[in-house]
């Protein structure tokens, strides 16, 4: 079964950028999307597409893909951003598909 | 606005069966692809299945297969998730969300979610 691998932690002090890899093979020949989730709460869309931003989802929120790797960077990271990130990518082969989510601590 | 409200927590024996509703409102109900997703606690997020709230397929994922129905009821714009013969790795909290469109093609993504559902398998 297809696999997404992300580092289980990163931290980042207030102002600086965060980067949060998604490693799996030929993930950037699909479309990768990154949700962000807060303790208790559902998950929140922040990327599609590689590197599309919905309506509402701060600037400092950017995504890329290439090769095997895609990236989430949250620049000028605020103590609002804490919280899991989890990559996903979709294709017709392996249909669904999320990674094993990353923690962002902001201190 | 788009709002997806699921139905409240259930407690289940072992080898029990659970159904999670989930009703949309907001948007063309059959427009849009519905998921079902679930995070175990302290857990990620895992991919159940998909129904096309248009025709009623669904697609699942293979681990659930023979164990999960997705059903779709247009007169009440809700999605229903029945998951059988529930054990203790069941737990979990089961969420719905909606496939992201633009300009009408489906795009892979969730661009809302439902509360979630806390089921709780325990004898």
């Known amino acids: 079964s297809y696999e997404l691998t992300q580092p289980p932690s990163v931290s980042v002090s207030p102002g600086q950028t965060a980067s949060i890899t998604c490693s799996g093979d030929?993930?950037?020949?699909?479309?990768t999307s990154w949700y962000q989730q807060k303790p208790g709460q559902s998950p929140v869309l922040v990327i599609y597409q590689d590197f599309k931003r919905p309506s509402g989802i701060p600037e400092r929120f950017s995504g890329s893909s290439s090769g095997n790797t895609a990236t989430l960077n949250i620049s000028g990271a605020q103590a609002m951003d804490e919280a899991d990130y989890y990559c996903?990518?979709?294709?017709?082969?392996?249909?669904?598909?999320f990674g094993t989510g990353t923690k962002v601590t902001v201190l | 606005q788009v709002h997806l409200v699921q139905s409240g927590a259930d407690v289940k024996k072992p080898g029990a069966s659970v159904k999670v509703s989930c009703k949309a409102s907001g948007y063309t109900f059959i427009s849009y692809y519905i998921h079902w997703v679930r995070q175990a606690p302290g857990q990620g997020l895992e991919w159940m299945g998909i129904?096309?709230?248009?025709?009623?397929?669904?697609n699942y994922a293979q681990k659930f297969e023979g164990r999960i129905t997705m059903t779709r009821d247009t007169s009440t714009t809700t999605v229903y998730m029945e998951l059988s013969s529930l054990r203790s790795e069941d737990t979990a909290i089961y969420y719905c969300?909606?496939?992201?469109?633009?300009?009408?093609?489906?795009?892979?993504?969730?661009?809302?979610w439902g509360q979630g559902t806390l089921v709780t398998v325990s004898s």
């Open positions: 969300a909606r496939e992201l469109r633009e300009l009408g093609i489906t795009l892979g993504s969730f661009d809302y």
């Open positions: 996903q990518a979709w294709d017709s082969s392996i249909l669904y598909v």
């Open positions: 129904i096309n709230p248009s025709g009623g397929a669904t």
């Open positions: 030929k993930l950037g020949d699909q479309y």
